[in-house]
């Protein structure tokens, strides 16, 4: 399936790296990896529905896109202030998250216009 948006594919990429993170996830955790791992997943489908849909309903799916990422900063910084990802990798992860932000910000104002 080719992917219209350029947001699409880098979310794509960094849910692949986040996938490889929260394996190491301890097993006492599983809400917080699953937490985790259902707003990825979320993110990726409100990125699929707000391509699809008109141009009121994708501003309310753009603005659900923006708060799940930022419930994944915001547990992904819980993880990383309890050691189960190093300080470096959350940096990373949270660069690629901040360079989706961007995006969807601009994909706003572009239909705002």
């Not at 900063?73 to 959350?90: E, T």
């Amino acid at each position: 399936m080719k992917d219209n948006l350029k947001i699409i594919s880098n979310f794509k990429k960094t849910i692949l790296y986040l996938d490889k993170i929260i394996v190491n996830f301890p097993n006492n955790e599983k809400v917080l990896k699953d937490k985790i791992s259902h707003a990825m997943y979320d993110v990726l489908e409100y990125m699929y529905m707000a391509n699809e849909v008109n141009n009121y309903n994708r501003v309310l799916y753009q603005k659900k896109i923006v708060s799940k990422i930022k419930m994944i900063d915001f547990y992904l910084k819980i993880s990383c202030d309890k050691k189960y990802i190093s300080y470096k990798k959350y940096q990373k992860v949270c660069n690629h998250l901040l360079n989706n932000l961007k995006l969807i910000y601009g994909w706003i104002k572009y239909e705002k216009i």
